[in-house]
């Protein structure tokens, strides 16, 4: 299997969000695990996609940088 791109990552984030619709939101691992078998080693570029998605990423209902933000996010769309 092809190692996902920046876009795949955007669209598996994205359709996530709206899946879940506004108001609610996700673990960014479950697109990684949605594009990898090991997922893990794609968490890093699945932050820097959702970083500049229309996505809010937060920490403990908190807005945090997707980024920079160390240990467990949730994203919503904004």
């Known amino acids: 299997m092809a190692e996902p ?3 795949d ?10 899946r879940r619709g506004a108001g609610k939101t996700f673990c960014p691992s479950e697109a990684a695990r949605a594009l990898a078998e090991d997922w893990r ?5 699945v932050r820097r996609v959702a970083a500049w998605l229309p996505l809010t990423a937060t920490q403990r209902g908190l807005p945090v940088d997707a980024r920079t933000a160390r240990g467990p ?3 919503g769309l904004r």
């Open 73 to 75: 996010i949730r994203l």
């Open 9 to 18: 990552i955007e669209h598996a984030l994205m359709d996530l969000a709206h």
């Open 41 to 45: 080693p794609l968490m890093a570029r």
């Open 5 to 7: 791109t920046d876009a």
